[in-house]
């Protein structure tokens, strides 16, 4: 499989060029210059299979023969080896649990697979590889603790200093060894303008073999597919009019939705549901899209003010509003609401959302209210609640039980390097380590 980048469809490349340098030299995103579909027989047959066999057939027809079968097996086998639970809510609203990974997010799925293909792609090689993530919560955490001790691989994980839970910060900054957490005087889109001036430098990233892991790298977006088909596997009928609300930030787990309906899976439709920051829904209402700095909320991992995915769900509707309309739906909510989500959906159907679930609800809740046909809908719930325990206590009034794995990153010490906005003072911090 070749993979094209979203400003030049001439520039192709391999599967490996893709993963191991994150972002096309002239800049653009990568996708697969053809989106396979399964059959029929595929859809029929989910039930029968488990996640990581659902995930092995996905990832041979969107790989091809890039990476050999066994080692396929041994990577999915190793970094999916955790369920994603189709739990009921209420009558006809079901939510996708996508946070029984090791740091408790839905980013450890495409985290953990990204790290064992770049070090399976690196393993001949006497080279250093280092990896730059920007974060605004979870994908630090889960991209951090996905590549610790990962043989031949550095890691920087950039986070917006003061703008992130404790506990979230406490998984970046409390592992050491290859793993260098960069404290941003900034927000998140700072830390990401920064990855993206990295990636821009050729020299500077030729010298250092330098890529990322955020969901710019198709890598990380590749796997997330996976979990939309298993979402489907589980649901007890087949319904007419499924729809899926995903809590979006930067908009890669809403690109895989997208992709995984595009490569054949019957959903009707996709509800980008944000916070405040909602450049994309006032997109998809106005065919305006006006980026802007983002704003600090409760549900921070969506507090981005330009998805860097959103050139690549334009490449996959090719520009046609119309038609991206036909199969997404755009709504936000202030704190505010999502608050007072939280303790309804205690109240009504004691099941704890924490606040991007939340966020979730209030989109699926919007849409089914003018949509009323809909039979079968569900949510996806990204974190674990005890990652927001602070403002999920003070809504529901009970306290949460923090998960051991949890609890044991906050008995360590931070160790983080502080940094400025200066483009220079990263350089220093990759030049230091290597």
Do not use: W
């Not at 999916?80 to 809510?89: M, R, S």
Request: glycine share 6%; aromatic share 10%; net charge neutral.
């Amino acid at each position: 499989m070749l993979y094209y980048s979203t400003k030049n469809k001439q520039h192709q490349v391999t599967l490996k060029n893709a993963v191991l340098h994150g972002m096309p030299e002239q800049g653009g995103l990568y996708l697969p210059t053809y989106i396979p579909r399964v059959d029929e027989h595929f859809i029929k047959k989910l039930k029968k299979l488990s996640f990581q066999e659902i995930s092995f057939s996905l990832a041979k027809l969107l790989l091809g023969d890039d990476v050999p079968n066994a080692v396929l097996d041994l990577i999915i086998t190793d970094a999916l080896n955790f369920d994603t639970p189709l739990i009921p809510v209420s009558h006809r609203i079901n939510t996708l649990e996508l946070f029984h990974g090791p740091t408790l997010a839905f980013k450890d799925v495409g985290a953990r697979f990204m790290a064992r293909l770049m070090s399976h792609f690196i393993s001949e090689s006497d080279k250093k590889l280092n990896i730059l993530v920007a974060t605004s919560g979870d994908t630090g955490s889960a991209v951090a603790n996905g590549f610790f001790r990962i043989p031949g691989i550095n890691v920087f994980v950039l986070y917006p200093s003061g703008k992130i839970s404790e506990i979230q910060e406490k998984q970046i900054t409390t592992l050491g060894e290859n793993i260098t957490s960069v404290e941003v005087d900034g927000n998140f889109d700072d830390c990401q303008a920064l990855v993206k001036q990295i990636l821009s430098d050729e020299v500077f990233t030729e010298q250092l073999d330098i890529t990322t892991a955020n969901s710019i790298n198709i890598a990380r977006l590749i796997p997330q597919i996976f979990y939309y088909f298993r979402l489907y596997s589980q649901l007890e009928v087949h319904p007419h009019y499924l729809s899926i609300s995903v809590p979006s930030g930067n908009f890669g787990n809403l690109t895989a939705g997208l992709l995984a309906k595009k490569m054949g899976l019957p959903v009707y439709k996709f509800i980008a549901a944000t916070n405040v920051n909602d450049v994309f829904p006032e997109y998809l209402k106005t065919g305006v899209y006006r980026s802007r700095p983002s704003q600090t909320t409760i549900s921070n991992a969506m507090d981005v003010g330009d998805p860097s995915n959103s050139v690549r769900i334009s490449n996959l509707y090719k520009a046609n509003l119309a038609k991206l309309r036909q199969d997404l739906y755009g709504a936000s909510f202030t704190d505010d609401q999502t608050r007072k989500c939280i303790r309804k959906v205690y109240d009504t159907y004691n099941y704890i959302c924490d606040p991007h679930g939340a966020v979730g609800f209030l989109g699926l809740e919007e849409y089914i209210s003018k949509n009323p046909r809909i039979d079968e809908a569900v949510f996806l719930e990204t974190a674990h609640p005890a990652k927001f325990k602070d403002v999920v206590e003070q809504e529901i009034r009970k306290d949460i039980d923090i998960p051991d794995r949890l609890n044991m990153c906050l008995k360590k010490e931070k160790i983080s390097v502080r940094i400025s906005k200066n483009i220079d003072t990263l350089k220093d911090v990759i030049i230091e380590k290597n």
